[in-house]
């Protein structure tokens, strides 16, 4: 294995064995982004979502799927023009990558509950290790609204990346806890984002969020109606679940001791909404 590679491994946490494919996913996931921006790709679109949140904000939890948004919407743009960029620089550092497009008409309820036509997705992974697998979606007629930000990253070079500003990935992460149908396969990594936005004083931009639900699900709502509904999600849902969801992710359990229905309503109440 190349010398950058690993130490990037080992720097990742300092209980390595434990966490080894938590950390895997995201170094691979950092090399990605390199090769993205060795190819220009943030010229062109942005970072967001959950990985986003971990890999540049230090949220201390692990994920696992990479989002994109195009700048404006293009519905002609391929991102398949950036993999040979993204492949060469896993090759530099001594690993071979494949990736595939996803054929969507074979996806289950679950996963396509949150993916638009324009919407096109590919698996990053070893050739080596078939099982890990990395989801690569780029929605290239996204919901606009939002601000972008340059983030840089030290590993396996310094490179800069494009990514939603905090509000607006407050708001995407809005958008998916309260509208995800998942009925009994509640994601808790949607639980754990809200909390840790609370916690950090982020404010919403409803502005953002309102597009989404607008293109997304066809509602015309005010943030008054939006409470409501996230009041009543986070009042209803079976807290247990979300636990075990967000409990394969995360270093520290203890953190989830005070979660209950109760208390993520008082989270809800906290919420500030950016002017």
């Given at each position: 294995?190349n010398?950058i590679?690993?130490r990037?491994?080992?720097?990742?946490?300092?209980?390595?064995?434990?966490?080894h494919?938590?950390?895997?996913?995201?170094?691979?996931q950092?090399?990605?982004?390199?090769?993205?921006?060795?190819?220009?790709f943030?010229?062109?679109?942005a970072f967001?979502?959950g990985?986003c949140?971990?890999?540049?904000?230090?949220?201390n939890?692990?994920?696992?799927d990479?989002?994109?948004?195009?700048l404006?919407k293009?519905?002609?743009?391929?991102?398949?023009?950036?993999?040979?960029?993204?492949?060469?620089?896993?090759k530099?550092?001594?690993?071979?990558?494949?990736?595939?497009?996803?054929d969507?008409?074979?996806?289950?309820?679950?996963?396509?509950?949150?993916?638009?036509?324009?919407?096109?997705?590919?698996?990053?992974?070893?050739q080596?290790?078939?099982?890990?697998?990395i989801k690569?979606?780029v929605?290239?007629m996204p919901?606009?609204k939002?601000?972008?930000?340059?983030?840089?990253?030290?590993?396996?070079?310094?490179?800069?990346v494009?990514?939603?500003?905090?509000?607006?990935?407050f708001?995407?992460?809005?958008?998916?806890?309260?509208?995800?149908n998942?009925k009994?396969?509640?994601?808790g990594?949607d639980?754990?984002d809200?909390?840790?936005?609370?916690r950090?004083?982020?404010e919403l931009?409803?502005?953002?969020l309102?597009?989404?639900?607008?293109?997304?699900?066809?509602?015309?709502?005010s943030?008054?109606q939006?409470i409501?509904?996230?009041?009543?999600?986070?009042?209803?849902a079976?807290?247990?679940?979300v636990?075990?969801?967000?409990?394969?992710?995360?270093?520290?359990?203890?953190?989830?001791?005070?979660?209950?229905?109760?208390?993520?309503l008082?989270?809800?109440d906290?919420i500030?909404?950016?002017k």
């Amino acid at each position: 294995m190349n010398d950058i590679f690993e130490r990037m491994l080992t720097e990742h946490h300092s209980n390595f064995d434990e966490h080894h494919r938590n950390a895997l996913y995201e170094v691979t996931q950092q090399i990605a982004l390199s090769g993205l921006y060795r190819g220009g790709f943030f010229d062109k679109a942005a970072f967001y979502g959950g990985t986003c949140l971990r890999i540049i904000h230090g949220l201390n939890r692990y994920s696992e799927d990479m989002d994109f948004s195009l700048l404006n919407k293009d519905e002609s743009f391929s991102i398949e023009d950036y993999f040979p960029a993204i492949i060469t620089e896993f090759k530099a550092l001594g690993r071979d990558i494949t990736i595939t497009k996803k054929d969507k008409r074979n996806f289950g309820k679950v996963e396509s509950a949150f993916l638009k036509d324009t919407t096109e997705v590919y698996d990053l992974s070893f050739q080596t290790e078939k099982s890990l697998k990395i989801k690569i979606e780029v929605d290239t007629m996204p919901p606009l609204k939002f601000e972008t930000e340059q983030k840089l990253l030290l590993q396996p070079f310094a490179f800069m990346v494009r990514c939603f500003t905090l509000p607006d990935l407050f708001a995407g992460k809005m958008h998916a806890l309260v509208f995800r149908n998942w009925k009994n396969r509640i994601k808790g990594r949607d639980w754990y984002d809200f909390d840790w936005y609370i916690r950090n004083g982020v404010e919403l931009d409803f502005s953002h969020l309102h597009e989404r639900i607008r293109e997304f699900n066809g509602a015309d709502m005010s943030y008054e109606q939006f409470i409501i509904l996230l009041k009543e999600k986070l009042s209803t849902a079976n807290i247990d679940l979300v636990k075990a969801d967000v409990g394969t992710f995360i270093l520290d359990h203890r953190e989830l001791e005070i979660w209950s229905n109760d208390y993520f309503l008082m989270l809800a109440d906290k919420i500030k909404v950016k002017k």
